[in-house]
């Protein structure tokens, strides 16, 4: 689930590893992504992420970004 989009489904990780097989261009991540949870992530093969609300509610953008980028 997603702050910043009220309409979303959520994707199994094994639809995702479907999706890159057919799939040759790069493939984001996005949704309900935090920095406690972004370490998940790693099991998917993929080109970024996207932290919108993570950052753009953060009252330290930088250091959300920050906090991110060290948790990868």
């Known amino acids: 689930p997603s702050h910043t989009a009220n309409s979303c489904d959520l994707v199994e990780f094994d639809s995702v590893r479907k999706a890159k097989a057919l799939f040759k261009n790069p493939i984001f991540l996005a949704g309900g992504i935090t920095p406690e949870n972004v370490q998940?992530?790693?099991e998917l093969e993929?080109?970024?992420i996207a932290v919108i609300s993570g950052v753009m509610k953060?009252?330290?953008?930088k250091?959300?970004?920050e906090h991110?980028?060290?948790?990868?």
Not at 58 to 61: C, H, L, R, T
Not at 68 to 72: G, K, R, V
């Open 58 to 61: 953060s009252p330290d953008p």
């Open 68 to 72: 991110y980028y060290n948790n990868l």
């Open 46 to 48: 993929h080109a970024g």
């Open 63 to 65: 250091a959300a970004v």
């Open 40 to 42: 998940e992530l790693k």
